[in-house]
């Protein structure tokens, strides 16, 4: 059965970092591109960060563009998001996706709360 696994949430204060995980089983990782996605109460879904499948050419939406960077680890099926300088709008619940086109696959997502 196909399973993504996010981890490494919390709570945190301003400015201070965070380390998110993506665990994978159940189907190919390696073949599939890596996005992260974030919700907040009340706004939709926002995407954060994406890893492709092959490229060293991660991309990243200008909220996070120069804190954040996404990174993964084919040999421990995992993803990783690394987030710095964090802010009190980046709290939300922080979602892993993975396209294997045409399957896209979610994880239940880890919360990360920034406040003093």
């Known amino acids: 059965q196909a399973q993504l696994v996010e981890s490494g949430g919390g709570l945190v204060q301003p400015g201070g970092s965070l380390r998110l995980s993506c665990v994978a089983s159940?189907?190919?990782?390696?073949?599939?591109?890596v996005r992260w996605y974030r919700e907040a109460p009340g706004k939709e879904r926002e995407f954060v960060a994406s890893f492709p499948i092959t490229a060293d050419d991660p991309t990243y939406a200008d909220s996070v563009k120069g804190r954040f960077v996404i990174s993964r680890d084919n040999a421990k099926n995992t993803a990783y998001l690394q987030m710095d300088s964090l802010k009190a709008e980046d709290t939300a619940n922080y979602l892993c996706?993975?396209?294997?086109?045409?399957?896209?696959?979610w994880g239940q997502g880890t919360q990360v709360t920034v406040s003093s």
């Open positions: 996706n993975v396209l294997v086109w045409p399957d896209g696959y």
């Open positions: 159940g189907f190919d990782f390696s073949a599939g591109a």
